[in-house]
């Protein structure tokens, strides 16, 4: 029984031609902001029983889709008597790679009626799961007590806005063989 002799690897400097490639990766971050009206808000803080979201509509950030979860009366009963949020990956994005995964930090804040935070958290750098596996909100934004003795700064015509600033992490590698190619000949030729 023949074996066929091991791959040798060229000294450091020596290149066959052609035999040389590359890639680039790039990180950066792209950011979203989301603002969440909830109108008819007395009547969702009334109905809305413990455990259960109020859904904003999707949005896109960083080539993924996101929704943010708005839990009038906590989501557990162990967090009962306070507003907790959090932030779902919802989607895969428009890139040529989807993924049901992404890294990002998040910030909610509960705006007065003039557009300012009053009650903000931030939250990350987080690994989020298009599954919803791990839960990765705010279980105490604000007490529910807290919540209305500030009402009248907050909430007007009965409408609540929540509003949630959101970082993804982005990492994107390309391959780079044209320029590499470039330079494989130039090396080949100093040779």
């Given at each position: 029984?023949?074996?066929?002799?091991?791959?040798?690897?060229?000294?450091?400097?020596?290149?066959?031609?052609?035999?040389?490639?590359?890639?680039?990766?790039?990180?950066?971050?792209?950011?979203?902001?989301?603002?969440?009206?909830?109108n008819g808000y007395s009547l969702v803080d009334g109905a809305v029983a413990t455990g259960k979201a109020v859904r904003s509509s999707r949005f896109l950030v960083g080539g993924h889709q996101w929704e943010l979860l708005y839990y009038p009366n906590g989501v557990n009963h162990l967090h009962r008597g306070?507003?907790?949020?959090?932030?779902?990956l919802?989607?895969?994005?428009?890139?040529?790679?989807?993924?049901?995964?992404?890294?990002?930090?998040?910030?909610?804040?509960?705006?007065?009626?003039?557009?300012?935070?009053?009650?903000s958290r931030i939250v990350g750098p987080r690994a989020f799961d298009r599954r919803g596996s791990t839960w990765t909100g705010?279980?105490?934004?604000?007490?529910?007590?807290?919540?209305?003795?500030?009402?009248?700064?907050?909430?007007?015509?009965?409408?609540?806005?929540?509003?949630c600033d959101v970082a993804v992490l982005v990492v994107e590698t390309k391959p780079r063989n044209k320029w590499f190619m470039q330079l494989?000949?130039?090396?080949?030729?100093?040779?």
């Open positions: 029984m023949s074996s066929a002799p091991a791959p040798t690897l060229l000294p450091f400097g020596r290149l066959a031609p052609g035999a040389l490639s590359g890639s680039t990766t790039r990180a950066r971050q792209a950011t979203g902001t989301h603002l969440h009206r909830i306070f507003v907790s949020v959090d932030l779902a919802a989607g895969c994005g428009c890139g040529p790679e989807p993924s049901s995964t992404a890294t990002a930090s998040y910030r909610v804040s509960i705006l007065d009626y003039a557009g300012n935070p009053v009650h705010v279980e105490e934004l604000v007490a529910t007590e807290e919540l209305a003795k500030t009402a009248a700064f907050l909430i007007k015509d009965d409408r609540l806005n929540v509003r494989d000949r130039a090396i080949n030729e100093f040779r």
